[in-house]
């Protein structure tokens, strides 16, 4: 039994659909679990949302229509009949987050988000099963949250290991062709999400859960290659990394498989192969236990909108143990995720992202006890298996604000 997970690129139009058709035919149909993302960038879209109806901004119709007409214009270039029941189910959709938004009380940003933005990922399922059906393949869709339970930190919301576990093997023909969604989960009572990007996890959820044979993230690239190909003119394929060597590249940002992914395939020595739905023929990456790397060449990693803090105490005394404890501790309560640390006598250096838009308010509470500065902004690089030239690379193109280096592994800053 194998777990596919196809990503927002893959089903961003009626094509898009076709050819994971076309994909599935080749690998075989059945003994499948098939874990989808939103359509193209509808995840993107459903946050423009979420923005005006906390903001109470005019211009929601706007965007509840601008989503609504991209989800029936694939559904258009899929069924022939006007009158198929998936019209209907589409609008029961958005019928249910009209009903959502003018019933919900809650003023909990991150709550809204969740019970909003999870139905890119219930669209785009369910147009896509139907179409399967309508083709003439059975499937089962299935709604993931009665699957995966979570705990209530909307956003980012943790996965009660042991309930996901009995539900899953518990309720799954495995036998068959079944369709769900990525990233959505549910507390028991309310949606949740895994993170952005987090279908990738899910599919991971399924594997570790039911023991699969292996994960296959089909994506618009050859595999995992060794530089993001949108900022890199030259890139190359990885064809294997072990388990421990995609856990640090997923850790340092590298953006094409979800952190969270790796842990529970590792444990349970399921491979991850990351292949392309344009060229199926090619193996791509695989994600397993053995060599590093393969081949083993430095690989270009990159943070962009990262924040670099520079900070002292007020008074000029050593940057010691309390103080840095004292910074972590703001830090954790503003939900700023560290990427980089540095620090020297008279000061802590900390690279930074804001995921949740709480910098401001965290650089009101700590610069009344340390002195702040900071860069916006700011681009973190990070080399593995760094040689002489690519560091070159990097240094002369860049303003280099903060240099670290380890055996493995090569960050700078840049402006
Ligand atoms: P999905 O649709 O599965 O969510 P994404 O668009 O999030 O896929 O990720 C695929 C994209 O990731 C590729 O098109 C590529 O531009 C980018 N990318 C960034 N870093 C890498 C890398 N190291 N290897 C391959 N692709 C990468
Ligand atoms: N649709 C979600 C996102 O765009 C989850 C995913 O694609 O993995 O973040
Ligand atoms: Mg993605």
Request: glycine share 4%; proline share 1%; net charge neutral.
């Amino acid at each position: 039994m194998r777990i596919f997970k196809f990503g927002g690129a893959s089903v961003k139009n009626g094509d898009g659909v076709k050819n994971l058709i076309s994909v599935l035919r080749h690998e075989g149909i059945n003994n499948k679990i098939i874990i989808i993302s939103a359509m193209g960038k509808m995840t993107n879209a459903f946050e423009e949302i979420v923005h005006s109806y906390c903001k109470k901004d005019k211009d929601l119709i706007d965007k509840i229509a601008f989503v609504r007409d991209y989800h029936l214009k694939i559904t258009n270039d899929l069924f022939d009949d006007n009158s198929h029941s998936i019209y209907m189910k589409v609008e029961q959709k958005f019928a249910q987050l009209s009903g959502f938004m003018s019933k919900n009380k809650s003023k909990d940003y991150n709550f809204i988000y969740d019970q909003i933005v999870s139905y890119g990922e219930l669209l785009s399922t369910t147009i896509i099963s139907s179409y399967i059906n309508e083709i003439g393949v059975e499937n089962d869709w299935i709604d993931v949250r009665e699957y995966i339970k979570t705990d209530a930190n909307y956003r980012d919301a943790k996965v009660n290991w042991e309930t996901t576990q009995k539900n899953i093997s518990s309720k799954i023909d495995t036998s068959k062709l079944t369709i769900t969604q990525g990233f959505i989960a549910s507390d028991g009572e309310n949606t949740t999400t895994l993170g952005r990007e987090g279908s990738d996890f899910s599919a991971a959820i399924f594997a570790y859960c039911l023991n699969a044979q292996s994960v296959t993230i089909w994506k618009d690239v050859k595999g995992v290659l060794n530089a993001d190909p949108r900022v890199f003119e030259k890139t190359e394929l990885l064809t294997q990394i072990s388990y421990r060597e995609a856990i640090e590249m997923a850790f340092y940002g590298a953006s094409v498989i979800h952190p969270k992914t790796l842990k529970p395939l590792e444990n349970k020595l399921i491979p991850l192969h990351v292949r392309s739905f344009i060229d199926v023929k090619n193996e791509g990456t695989t994600v397993q236990k053995g060599k590093d790397l393969e081949p083993k060449i430095p690989c270009f990693i990159l943070k962009k909108n990262q924040i670099l803090l520079s900070i002292s105490a007020l008074d000029f005394s050593f940057m010691v143990e309390h103080n840095i404890r004292d910074i972590f501790n703001f830090l954790h309560d503003y939900k700023l995720k560290v990427n980089l640390i540095q620090n020297s006598a008279l000061s802590f250096s900390v690279c930074i992202e804001d995921q949740f838009n709480n910098f401001n308010t965290f650089y009101d509470s700590i610069k009344s006890k340390y002195k702040v500065s900071f860069n916006e902004n700011t681009t973190l690089y990070t080399i593995r298996h760094f040689d002489e030239n690519s560091v070159t690379e990097i240094e002369k193109n860049n303003n280099v604000l903060l240099k670290q280096i380890s055996k493995e592994t090569l960050q700078v800053v840049v402006l």
